[in-house]
């Protein structure tokens, strides 16, 4: 009975990172909508990459992170983008 539960426990760990890897790509329209607070993001309160670094002080580190990761986290990236454009007071995009 031993034996049955430890091969099943081996079984079982080594198809989770296979599950893991298998994530769905996230929609066209949320990256699209995402890639839109991004953009607003970056050129109004953020930077990015290629920002002088006098701009890196102004954004919170959450949605620096939000603002790169809308092509393959629109799931977390699009709360944090939203709820930094609005305290900022900004106009949210609509979604197409």
């Known amino acids: 009975m031993v034996r049955i539960s430890g091969l099943l426990v081996m ?5 989770l990172p296979i599950a893991a890897q298998a994530q769905p790509n996230p929609p066209s ?6 890639a839109k607070l991004s953009e607003l993001y970056v050129r109004y ?15 919170s580190n959450d949605a620096q992170a939000a603002s790169t990761q809308c092509q393959v986290n629109t799931a977390w990236a ?3 983008l ?12 609509t979604r197409d």
């Open 11 to 15: 079984a079982v760990g080594s198809c």
């Open 29 to 34: 329209d949320d990256r699209a909508y995402c």
């Open 45 to 59: 309160i953020g930077h990015d990459n290629g920002s002088d670094d006098r701009l890196i002080l102004r954004g």
């Open 78 to 80: 699009i709360p944090v």
């Open 82 to 93: 939203e709820q930094q454009l609005a305290v900022n007071k900004f106009t949210l995009p």
